[in-house]
Each structure stands twice: as C-alpha cells, then as structure tokens.
C-alpha cells in the first residue's frame, strides 16, 4: 500500500513539473518528418530534406499563407525568415542545416508562441517540399 502511495506521488509531482514549464512534445512520423516538439512556445521539427529545398520550401510557405515578409537572412547553415501575418503577430522561421540530407525548422509566433498557427507554418514547409 505504501509504495502505491509513493509512486502515485511521484507521478504527480512528475506531471506537474512538465505541465509547468509549457513543454508539450509531439512525435511525428508524417511524410518528409523527423521528429516535431512544441516546447515553450517554439515548434521545432527535422525534416528529412536538404537544407535548400527546405528554404525554398519555407519561402514558398510565407508566400502561400500571405504573410508579410519583413526580412530573410541566410548564409550556408542558416536561414533566418521574419514574416507578419495579417493581425501584425510576428513569425520568425528558422532553418538550419542538420545534415546533407536534413534540416532543423524553428517557428515562433510572437513573444508567447501559438502552437495551432505554429503547425500551419509547418504543414506548409512541408507540403512544398
């Protein structure tokens, strides 16, 4: 009996430390995906293409959803897109080269981050690549 009350303490004290610091991880197997985790307010996934068609591809992306591209930065390991939508909330994307044949992508909306618009971005990325 006691050691069932001791786990049960545990598991709670476990769930509540992840349910307070905001990390939500979610593992995908979809096309073109590695893995995919929302953590405080930033959506971070490997996506198995290279990095160039992975910038195209997120270039494309801002352009399908009509954002406002305010600026893109890019070098050989890392593209940096800043983009508005149309109520003004920032969306920053990052692309870094991972491997020949992957990429990490990082998205954040505004200062807090919106999951739901987060994997809009993704799911756009990826249908272009």
Request: positive net charge; contains cysteine; hydrophobic residues 50%.
């Amino acid at each position: 009996m006691k050691s069932k009350l001791t786990f049960g303490l545990v598991l709670a004290a476990a769930v509540l430390a992840v349910a307070s610091t905001g990390c939500v991880a979610v593992v995908a197997g979809a096309a073109g995906a590695g893995t995919v985790a929302y953590v405080q307010g930033r959506l971070d996934a490997t996506l198995n293409a290279d990095y160039e068609k992975t910038v195209n591809a997120t270039d494309l992306a801002i352009k399908d959803l009509q954002f406002a591209k305010i600026s893109e930065k890019k070098d050989a390991l890392q593209a940096i897109f800043i983009a508005r939508t149309a109520g003004d909330r920032k969306v920053e994307i990052k692309v870094l080269k991972v491997t020949e044949l992957s990429a990490k992508v990082e998205i954040r909306v505004g200062v807090f981050g919106d999951e739901a618009l987060s994997l809009t971005v993704l799911d756009k990325i990826k249908a272009n690549l």
